[in-house]
């Protein structure tokens, strides 16, 4: 079965960074696609950021770029989101997605209901 792990959350002081990790297994190939999304106490859920796992593609939602990074590490299959200059509004749950029927990032951007496939979640909280 396809299973996703978000790990790496925890406390951090604002204006710090902090990586996440999402680790993959499962897929039969490299032909998919991992998106990271967030959800904050009391708002909806939030898609950040795509990867390609077949070709290396990423995809950004307007409000994500700049301070959110993705990027893959193929030898552990494991991709990670590096946040940057940490607010008290980034605090969060953040969520690592997966979709194999398609590869590509300009498929699916950030869309929730592109990814059939979600891992637990890692809670970030950013004391002021």
């Known amino acids: 079965d396809v299973q996703l792990q978000a790990s790496g959350g925890g406390v951090v002081q604002a204006g710090g960074s902090l990586r996440l990790s999402c680790a993959a297994s499962?897929?039969?190939?490299?032909?998919?696609?991992i998106a990271w999304f967030r959800q904050a106490p009391g708002k909806g859920r939030e898609g950040i950021t795509c990867i390609s796992k077949l070709d290396g593609g990423t995809a950004y939602a307007d409000s994500m770029k700049g301070r959110f990074t993705v990027s893959s590490d193929n030898a552990k299959n494991t991709v990670y989101l590096r946040i940057d200059s940490l607010k008290p509004e980034d605090t969060a749950a953040y969520f690592c997605a997966a979709d194999n029927s398609q590869p590509g990032c300009l498929f699916h951007g950030v869309s929730a209901d592109k990814y059939p496939y979600w891992g637990q979640g890692t809670l970030v909280t950013v004391s002021s």
């Open positions: 499962g897929f039969r190939s490299n032909n998919y696609a």
